[in-house]
């Protein structure tokens, strides 16, 4: 029999969960990543590609791990034990949860870093350091805080405390109460930062930028990362998603649940494109400068328009609000794992993956002053938690859990859980998770390790 409710607690309403998995899905690729690769790509043409591969593959996959959180109602290696147990599988599936939470753990480890890097920036706008800087100069500081380790350090440190302050709270105290104040922040900042770029005198080469339609531009490679892009952008493989759907009421419907976070998550890239790029067309800037857009380009933009430190802070703090609800997502399946399997505390066991991930970050934060020199495989810590997680775990992950839901799952258990209005849907949905979604998954995974070896 199935569990009906979660040692953990549960979510107030379905509309708390669907802002805490946004949360989740919801962070730094967001903000600069998916608007770019959709700008360079076709634009509108790119833009329905990416929307069909997360009904292919993120919706679907989603699905799998919400009806597998709440029919186990336990952390993801719990819940993976146990309904393999109750479909009539060895417990073995439990290596999956294991794989989900490591990776989630190991991301958070270097996250926290980059993250430490938004505190930087909004601690640096909100005192107004950030004042008539060009290029070059916005460049010295960026390069100058990655050799900086102690000041790296301090804001590694303040944002591992928040976010483990968050997971010692529980569902209620903790998770659902920091969803309740962020995720509506994150919007109203996203919005009121669109409406500032609307009147940048640039907004409409911002939306050529982004929704221009040219499938000539749609290459192969092009839906290559659509799809990759549209795997990653849902936070799947990691656990976080099942987690928090251990936490959800047994009689709200998994599958528009996950369309309304798909959808929001979508917005969110989409909304912050259109806050973006009439900022950068209006100071004469790089679009396609990647991470560096983040923390060299747009520094630059902000200090050289009206008001611009103002709204450069709000930017910067948004952005912190979405690397904050990510972070606390990533660390929530091992903090439920210690406190069902060896019956810590909530406390105790957010001080103890506290400690260690604040460790293992350290680590990352030195590859970039003071053990730069130090390798593995050609890579320092960072870029190999980096590459051995988004390359090899998040991937293999989401390739089992499509394999796990399609394939060992009893129809009546999925039925049960998934509870679709109509037959066809479920019939729709159960020949996507067993065929379409691990062959798009396992594309993934072989091309970018291809990538990655062969570069």
Known sequence: MPRTHSIHGAWANRWIFILAATGSAVGLGNIWKFPYIAGENGGGAFVLVYLVCILLVGIPIMMSEVLIGRRGRQSPINSMRETAYEAGHHGRWAGVGWMGALAGFFIFSFYSVVAGWVLYYIAGMGVGQFVDLGSEQAGQIFNGLLADAETLLIWHTLFVVI??????????????????????????????????????????????????????????????????HAFFTLSLGMGSIMAYGSYMGKGDSIGGTVLTIAALDTLVALVAGLAIFPIVFANQLDPGAGPGLMFITLPVAFSQMAGGQVFGFLFFLMVGFAAWTSAISLMEPGAAWLVETLGMSRVRASVLLGVVVWALGVLALSSFNITADLTLFGMTAFDFLDFITANVMLPLGGLLIALFAGWYLTREMTEDELSLRSALIYHAWRVVIRYVSPAAVAVIFALNLYQKLAG
């Open 163 to 228: 976010v483990m302050m968050v997971i010692a709270g529980g569902v209620n105290k903790g998770l659902e109460r920091a969803t309740r104040v962020l995720m509506p922040l994150l919007f109203v900042l996203l919005f009121v930062l669109l409406a500032y770029s609307m009147n940048s005198g640039h907004f409409a080469e911002g939306w050529d930028f982004l929704f221009h339609f040219d499938p000539s531009e749609l290459s192969w490679n092009a839906v290559l990362i659509a799809l990759g």
